[in-house]
Structure formats: structure tokens, C-alpha cells
């Protein structure tokens, strides 16, 4: 009874916690398949660690000295295990999430790129273990009728979604009246408009309470991280976004919450530690002991809750107008955020302006009422070309 894995972005922060989760379950979990952008000695680490069937890796360019990485290691030379296939391209990691004795595929990727390979994993009917919320973002609608027609569960890594789900257990028949999505608010909750127009990304990836990426770390600095939140709680629990109220909750304890129509609140609490909602996601609808951190209620004392400031975070606002207008316009969102967090961190844009971009490429951008997926590629293509423009004239 091992599962079988797939982690796309297996060099990532939730590859890698995923692993771990691996690594301290070897009776239940197995890795079939490994997948990375570019990092390709951690690759390779992992691949000595885990010997998969397959190893890929997304940049192309890098498919030589990957194989001659991999060939080098004593552990394929010396014992009788047998070198992994070495698959590489955006192609091939479409294709290997398809494989047969793959049981569940760990959808990590950072942003759009993830978009493809969770279709293909849904339609192969793999049970999706999903962090990229960007897929939903972009997609959603086409993603959650593609999971119906394959029967292919979706289960959300991302804490927010994964406190829901859990306070969603048993529930089945009953409505939802409100769902509370907690945000930490990040590193400049406390600042001025004046202070935040000349912070940094350095600034921003200094003291998350959450272990993540680059790009999720502005993400959340700016509450872009949010405004996807609350699409991806839209999609994965069929809510309207008027139905989901996002809180400012700096202690990231209540990892969010569910309210019903009788009134009741049922909320997730735990510390901050991604492996958690990583090996929920994967044991579902058991609970696995672990040794991760547990919150400590009485060094904590006090949870405190507040309302987001729409004013020095218009990227939340951005979001949910997005959603209202539907159509192709939250795709728009996502390809306008991932030009403009890039160009924040390449510091070719100021903290402030990339709200700015992203405002000017939804007001640009053609609208598409009822997209398909070749509509979502052109949109995704158009959307970076306006918002590079907009980069470029700042
Ligand atoms: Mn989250």
C-alpha cells in the first residue's frame, strides 16, 4: 500500500517538505518521480536519497549535465539499482505525471508553468496534491470540471485551504455561510504608504512567519498571495467570493476557518509548518503522527484578528476584482503579479508600482468571456507583454 508520488518542483520549499514528509513515512510513501526547474544538484541529491524511476527537469538546456550528474553517482554504478530515466523539457514533465503506477502528483511548481501538467495529471485521474495555486487562479473553471469528469481528488497544500478542507470534514451536507481566510500580513502590515514606496525585496524575504520561495515571499508582502487565496477558495469549495473574508492575523496560528449557517466557527490551529498541510494532503482522511512543531496556546497568549487595508494593499482588491469580472481577467492578474514580483525582486520596480502594473494590464488587456485553454496560453502571453511594457516605461 505505498504511494506512489510525483512532486513537481521537488527543488522547491514544499519539494522539499514534501520529502521530508517522505522521508519520515518510508512504509507509506515511495518517490516515483522527481521534477525541477533548473536546480540541479539539489536534483541530483535528491535522486541519490530517493532513487526514482524518473528524473526531469524542465529547462531543456540542462538535460546533459543532468544525465552526466546522475551517471556519476556511486549509487548507480555500484549497486544493482538501476539509473533513472532522465526526461527533460516542459513536454516531458506534462508526460510524466501521466504514468501509471504514479498515485498521487505533488503540484509545486512556482506559477503558470504548473498550469499544464496539473491538466494532464487530472485527466490521467491522479489524486492532485495541490500547492500551485496559480493553476486555480488562472484556470480554475476548467480545472474543476476536468476533476470532475476524471474523478481526479484535489487536495490543497496550502495551509489556508487545507485548515478549510479540515474544517470541512464531516460536513458534507451542510452550508457554508462565511469562510474566514487568515493572512499574516506579512513583514510591512504595520507600515505607512510613505515607508512601503521605498522598501526592498530584501526587506520583504527578511522575516516571514511561513519557510517559502522567493516569489510566494513578495507575494504575500504585497497580498497578491491573499487575492489568490481567495480565488482558490472559491474554486476548491464552490463559494463566492462575497462569502470569503480574509482577516489579518499576525500570529498565524488559526490557519483559517469555516462558518455555518447555525452560526458555528470551526477553525485549524497549528504552528506554522508547511509539512503539516503537505502530509495531510497526502494521508487524507487519515492523520499521520509526526514530531513537527506543536503551538504552544500559553507562550502565544493572545490571537488578534484585523481587517486588511484595501488602501495599502490594493492587490487584494485587484484580486477580487478579477474574480467579479471573470472570463479570462483573473489569468490577466496572475501574468501581470508574476512580471511585476520579478521586476520588484530584479529591482526594476518599486514595492508599490507593481499594483500599478498589474491595475494597467487588466484595464488593457482584451476580455474573454467564456476562454478555453489555447484562450488562457494567448491571454497569459499578451498579459506579460503589457505588463513588461509598463515595467520598462516605469
Ligand atoms: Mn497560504
Request: cysteine-free; overall charge negative; glycine content about 12%.
Given at each position: 500500500m505505498v504511494k506512489q508520488l510525483c512532486i513537481l518542483g521537488s527543488t522547491g520549499s514544499i519539494g522539499t517538505q514534501t520529502l521530508d514528509v517522505v522521508r519520515a513515512n518510508p512504509d507509506r510513501y515511495a518517490v516515483y518521480a522527481l521534477c525541477a526547474h533548473r536546480s540541479i544538484d539539489l536534483l541530483v541529491a535528491q535522486a541519490r536519497e530517493f532513487h526514482p524511476e524518473v528524473v526531469c527537469i524542465a529547462d531543456e538546456s540542462l538535460y546533459e549535465e543532468l544525465k552526466e550528474k546522475l551517471s556519476n553517482l556511486q549509487i548507480f554504478q555500484s549497486s544493482n539499482l538501476p539509473m533513472p530515466k532522465i526526461w527533460a523539457g516542459a513536454d516531458a514533465v506534462a508526460q510524466v505525471?501521466?504514468?501509471?503506477?504514479?498515485?498521487?502528483?505533488?503540484?509545486?511548481?512556482?506559477?503558470?508553468?504548473?498550469l499544464r501538467p496539473t491538466i494532464e495529471a487530472i485527466k490521467a485521474g491522479k489524486t492532485i496534491a495541490l500547492a500551485n495555486k496559480e493553476t486555480l487562479v488562472v484556470a480554475g473553471e476548467i480545472i474543476c470540471d476536468l476533476a470532475m469528469t476524471h474523478h481526479a481528488p484535489i487536495l490543497p497544500v496550502d495551509s489556508e485551504h487545507s485548515a478549510i478542507f479540515q474544517s470541512l470534514v464531516g460536513e458534507d451536507r451542510n452550508e457554508i455561510e462565511k469562510i474566514l481566510l487568515t493572512a499574516s500580513g506579512g513583514p510591512f502590515r504595520t507600515y505607512t504608504l510613505e515607508q512601503m514606496k521605498t522598501v526592498t525585496a530584501a526587506d520583504a524575504l527578511k522575516h516571514p512567519n511561513w519557510d517559502m520561495g522567493a516569489k510566494i515571499t513578495i507575494d504575500s508582502a504585497s497580498m497578491m498571495n491573499k487575492g489568490f487565496e481567495v480565488i482558490e477558495a472559491k474554486w476548491l469549495f464552490g463559494v463566492p467570493v462575497e462569502k470569503i473574508q480574509v482577516l489579518v492575523h499576525p500570529q498565524s496560528i488559526v490557519h483559517s476557518a469555516v462558518q455555518f449557517t447555525d452560526g458555528a466557527i470551526k477553525a485549524q490551529l497549528g504552528a506554522p509548518d508547511m509539512r503539516l498541510p503537505i502530509q495531510y494532503a497526502l494521508s487524507f482522511p487519515e492523520r499521520l503522527k509526526s514530531d513537527f512543531p506543536r503551538a504552544d496556546l500559553f507562550a502565544i497568549k493572545d490571537l488578534t484578528f484585523e481587517e486588511p487595508d484595501l488602501n495599502r494593499f490594493p492587490n487584494l482588491g485587484l484580486a477580487y476584482d478579477a474574480t467579479r469580472r471573470g472570463g479570462n481577467i483573473p489569468c490577466v492578474l496572475n501574468a501581470a503579479n508574476e512580471v511585476a514580483n520579478l521586476a520588484f525582486r530584479e529591482g526594476r520596480c518599486a514595492f508599490l508600482q507593481m499594483s500599478d502594473i498589474i491595475a494597467s494590464t487588466m484595464a488593457k488587456a482584451p476580455f474573454i468571456a467564456k476562454p478555453t485553454y489555447e484562450d488562457y496560453v494567448a491571454t497569459d502571453a499578451e498579459a506579460r507583454r503589457i505588463a513588461e511594457e509598463m515595467v520598462n516605461s516605469k
Open positions: 505525471v501521466t504514468m501509471p503506477s504514479i498515485d498521487i502528483v505533488v503540484a509545486a511548481m512556482v506559477g503558470y508553468a504548473g
